[in-house]
């Protein structure tokens, strides 16, 4: 299957619709999910286009990794978490939801389960306030 | 937290330890997860050692995904999979439970629940048969 230049994500990419971004480089950017499966569940979106893993250039794909690495370090800071549980879907039978390559990066407190993905939309003022709490924790670093 | 030499993924790696290898390169070694959460379910280990994703070197980190997704095609093709999903733990509250990075490789199938993580050991004949048939799919790439 095809890219389709019309993903929400590569509008967030482009600017033509907002997220609340915590941090871009020159490879990829980082949101907050929407619909979180803990506070600080983050999105590291890198700015070349495929649909996901499995059609991604290999060198973009490792191109983008430190970035996820330092997004799963800063949320780790920023909620104060144990650990930190990546996960990446590839096609609808995988769970992916939106069709541009993306890592999920949540912060795990010990005996804390996570919550559906794709479930509820979390309220935009706690966004704004964990996105807050993302951004002091990556200007630290 | 600092990484333990003793781990059985760092036997596996020595050879120390017996494991269903389907894939060898100079970075990273993969293997059947003996208790998989659907068949095929495989593990990308890297040589390098690190705890998990918080300690890696970044470039080691980058350089190990290009494996990740050549597995990635690999169980797709041999479990005729709709698709894939990733998965990568980091520390006990992330449900980590070997302390050396690996990145879970599942092949999904439309409407088809995955068993939950650390489940039932599988048949050695049927990790046997699986693996085959990874490294079959490897073979024609």
């Known amino acids: ?12 990419l482009s600017g033509d619709f907002p997220a609340h971004k ?3 480089d020159d ?5 907050l999910d929407i619909m979180p499966q803990a506070a600080g ?13 499995l059609d991604a250039d290999a060198n973009d794909l490792a191109q983008m990794m430190p970035t996820v690495q330092k997004i799963a370090h800063a949320v ?4 104060a978490a144990d ?7 590839n096609e609808a039978a995988a ?13 795990r407190h010990d005996g804390v389960a996570v919550k559906p993905h794709s479930g509820d939309m ?14 002091a924790a990556l200007a630290k670093t």
Request: hydrophobic share 50%; net charge negative.
């Open 83 to 89: 650990g930190v549980h990546l996960q990446q879907f």
């Open 95 to 107: 769970g992916q939801t939106v069709f541009h390559l993306h890592f999920h990066v949540i912060p």
């Open 27 to 31: 490879v990829a950017i980082a949101i």
């Open 1 to 12: 299957m095809s890219y389709d230049p019309d993903n929400i994500f590569a509008k967030i």
């Open 41 to 53: 569940h983050t999105l590291v979106i890198p700015k070349a286009a495929s649909r996901n893993l």
């Open 122 to 135: 979390e309220d935009q003022d706690v966004l704004v306030a964990h996105a807050e709490k993302i951004k």
């Open 76 to 79: 780790k800071t920023a909620f």
């Open 22 to 24: 915590v941090y871009e």
